[in-house]
């Protein structure tokens, strides 16, 4: 018995090592974490439960085949966890390694709890031919079925190229570290030979051009010590799955007593002109310090991310005025709707705080496609079973009225500031249509049609361009002063806590894309 | 967009400049070149705008532009002096048109 104690602690100990010291040294002098090191940082102490330890190549030592999985807690729940071991062939991926994964995936699944991916890896392992296909394959059909079942997370440390890249892609949350994460289809060699355009690993794939220009990141981090916190700050806001009857249980022990006199009406410029940083809005009406923000740097002229209101959380979607005029565009659609449904997904329940201009003009966008991706918006709300409330901060015109949030999109309460402009279109340009046959004839006449244009913008801004109109048909729920909606609209969603709705029965709609 | 090389006190780099300007790369901010141009984000009448021979911080407004019933801000990229206005107050400021032309500092 004793021998064979020893020999399971000596070949435990060989599979703790991964790639053996000298690997893990190579990697410290990169400055880099390894497989473990990571696991470590990501979970609550001591409560990680390897699994598939002894697993390893054919004829080959290659402990772990590559890849670290396991069971752990992570702000005291459950997670199943997984992280490619570059010391180990490169963290090449053959099928050992992909079946570790689609174990843990599978686990997950049963259990019923986030599983979150730390991806660094070389790629497919050459040698094990189409075993290595087979095995991203399984992997991909794996995050298709648990998409909206549990939170998928996944933590691109290091290359992830190729094929292997579209698994990010297929879970909920994207997470790149600065210098370190690269992610694309086709390396800069390739990009090279086939359409000879010269460029780095980094300005192709890196973390900053993710997070801000593709929008495939959803968390940048300076540091792998950062990526890891910022993963646990996440978990935080999120149910373990979209079944999880135990969440907000403890909702209540997180209010906090703090006084929250910030009041909207201090942000709001007097001038409806003039922007402001919508965030600062976001943070008048969530709790303390609890607004963490989803795709921050992509698309700015939307903001989307999560707040907790008397300790439970919300999804938030709010128009920026701070860029683009908060004017809606592709990415802002994309970005925003695929907030919503991960919102709608996972029972959260979401608030929208517009002051939307409109769509973005221009030729590129519309033949690009502006259309198409705009649609994703208003399908995303209308989809949407959640409780829903929108507040109207100022304006709320067009088609971006509509489709953020509005009564008729499925929104449960529409509340406005007495700020809130809901028209067709904008003084100016509905003068210069209503009235288009009177300014010719001015200008004919040689009269000042300056001051003709501006006294009808006026009017058109009295009777139109304000809350009652939409009001008197019952389009909005109430008129609320800057400094009540916190506690209307916590009210409300408390109100809503038990929202049915029945849908009829189908295999799934078609998100336009 | 192409790529040049450029010498700055003796060292090679390479970067990406559009063809009608010097305008660096947002993805290539390691090595900056000397001189940047800021354009307006959106198409609008100018509002106000900086002069020539102002010194800005990154982030600073170098001009205001009316569009989508917005004044919109725009922000220097870049520390440095302000050397080239392209627009006066009241013109149609154009995309393809840069606002200003700031020397890095």
Redesign the interface.
């Given at each position: 018995m004793k021998e064979k104690i020893t020999e399971l602690e000596s070949r435990r100990n060989k599979a703790l090592l991964c790639g053996g010291e000298a690997a893990i040294e190579k990697r410290h002098a990169k400055g880099l974490l390894t497989a473990r090191e990571r696991i470590d940082l990501l979970v609550d102490a001591d409560s990680f439960r390897e699994t598939d330890i002894f697993v390893h190549k054919d004829g080959d030592d290659a402990p772990g085949d590559g890849v670290v999985c396991g069971v752990a807690k992570i702000n005291g729940k459950n997670v199943c966890v997984f992280a490619q071991d570059f010391t180990v062939l490169g963290g090449s991926l053959g099928l050992r390694h992909a079946r570790k994964i689609t174990k843990i995936q599978d686990l997950a699944a049963k259990m019923r709890c986030p599983i979150i991916g730390i991806n660094d890896s070389g790629g497919a392992r050459i040698q094990d031919g189409v075993d290595s296909l087979c095995g991203y394959g399984e992997i991909f059909y794996r995050n298709t079925l648990l998409s909206g079942l549990v939170p998928q997370i996944s933590v691109v440390m290091g290359p992830c190229a190729g094929g292997a890249a579209y698994s990010p892609a297929l879970t909920d949350f994207v997470f790149m570290v600065d210098g370190i994460s690269k992610m694309f289809l086709t390396g800069p060699t390739v990009v090279e030979t086939v359409m000879g355009e010269t460029i780095s690993q980094e300005d192709l794939g890196g973390a900053r051009v993710h997070a801000e220009k593709a929008g495939t990141a959803h968390f940048f981090a300076e540091n792998e010590k950062d990526c890891l916190a910022q993963v646990r700050r996440l978990l935080e806001y999120l149910p373990q799955s979209a079944d999880d009857i135990e969440f907000e249980k403890d909702a209540r022990s997180r209010v906090s007593t703090d006084d929250f006199s910030n009041n909207i009406a201090s942000i709001l410029p007097s001038d409806g002109k003039e922007p402001y940083d919508v965030r600062e809005v976001v943070k008048c009406v969530a709790d303390k310090d609890s607004f963490l923000e989803v795709h921050e740097m992509f698309a700015p002229n939307i903001v989307c991310g999560f707040i907790r209101m008397n300790g439970a959380t919300v999804g938030v979607v709010a128009n920026q005025p701070n860029y683009l005029a908060g004017a809606l565009d592709a990415d802002s659609a994309d970005k925003a709707s695929r907030f919503i449904r991960f919102c709608d997904s996972f029972n959260i329940p979401l608030l929208t705080l517009m002051d939307v201009p409109g769509c973005l003009p221009g030729v590129d966008g519309e033949h690009s496609g502006a259309v198409r991706h705009g649609a994703k918006l208003f399908y995303a709300y209308a989809e949407a079973t959640i409780p829903m409330i929108t507040v109207v901060l100022r304006k709320a015109y067009g088609g971006g009225y509509v489709a953020l949030g509005s009564r008729h999109i499925g929104a449960d309460y529409v509340f406005c500031l007495p700020t809130a402009e809901i028209a067709v279109m904008g003084p100016e340009s509905a003068v210069s249509v209503l009235y288009h046959k009177e300014i010719k004839s001015i200008v004919e006449a040689g009269g000042d049609v300056e001051a003709f244009k501006k006294e009808k913008a006026e009017e058109y801004r009295r009777e139109y361009a304000n809350p009652y109109e939409a009001g008197a048909k019952g389009y909005i729920d109430d008129v609320v002063d800057p400094k009540n909606v916190r506690s209307r609209v916590i009210d409300a969603f408390a109100s809503l806590k038990g929202k049915k709705v029945e849908r009829p029965y189908k295999k799934h709609g078609l998100t336009p894309a | 967009m192409k790529?040049v090389e450029i010498e700055i006190d003796g060292i090679k780099y390479?970067t990406f400049v559009r063809e009608n300007g010097f305008r660096a790369?947002?993805?290539?901010s390691t090595h900056e070149t000397h001189a940047t141009e800021v354009f307006p984000?959106?198409a609008g009448k100018v509002i106000d705008i900086i002069s020539v021979g102002t010194m800005v911080k990154k982030g600073d407004v170098v001009a205001r532009i009316?569009?989508?019933?917005?004044?919109?801000?725009i922000f220097s990229p870049v520390d440095g002096i302000v050397k080239e206005v392209n627009y006066s107050v009241g013109d149609n400021a154009m995309r393809s048109k840069a606002l200003v032309v700031i020397e890095i500092h």
């Open positions: - | 790529q390479k790369s947002s993805y290539n984000p959106i009316e569009a989508m019933k917005m004044y919109n801000r």
